[in-house]
């Protein structure tokens, strides 16, 4: 394999400004190395953080992203300057998971996503929202995604 596949990345490998918002942000895509294989990918954002739009307060959450990718796969760094986009952006729970799923399947279209985000208690109440573009592909391995239900501290 050559490294042609990583020409054109602004963001790798160098120094990068952080988006103002999502849609600032810059996501990347690099060609797939394997696209005649189906296989499993997964990003986990354990410390994901973004505004409640009604009070300004942090909301943090655990964001498990799983993939089959198509003909792309995303530039890591490109989704973690995408995920880190969100601090400053006020929106719902839903709305901020849904929003990060959409945004991958427009700019990757991948053979199969889903998305859980963990989102930890405000008010008392967790609340945890999930996304998937269909069945994934047949032969492909889908492991749990691992995050138990909130349970507090018992």
Known sequence: MTNEIYEGLSQLGGANVQA??????????????????????RFTCPEFTSLCPVTGQPDFAH????????????????????MHSFR??????????VGIAERLVK????????????WYPRGGIPIDVYYQTG???IDVWV??????????RG
């Not at 103002?20 to 990918?41: G, I, T």
């Open 143 to 152: 492991p749990d995604q691992g995050v138990p239900t909130y349970r507090g």
């Open 20 to 41: 103002n918002s999502p849609e600032e942000a810059v996501l990347e895509k690099v060609p797939n190395p394997r696209p005649n294989s189906d296989y499993f990918v």
């Open 135 to 137: 069945e994934p592909p």
């Open 107 to 118: 700019e990757l279209n991948p053979k199969w996503l889903r998305i859980g985000g963990y």
């Open 63 to 82: 964001m498990v992203i799983d993939y089959v990718p198509g003909e792309h796969l995303v530039e890591s760094k490109s989704l973690k300057l995408y």
């Open 88 to 97: 400053n952006h006020a929106g719902f729970h839903e709305d901020c998971t």
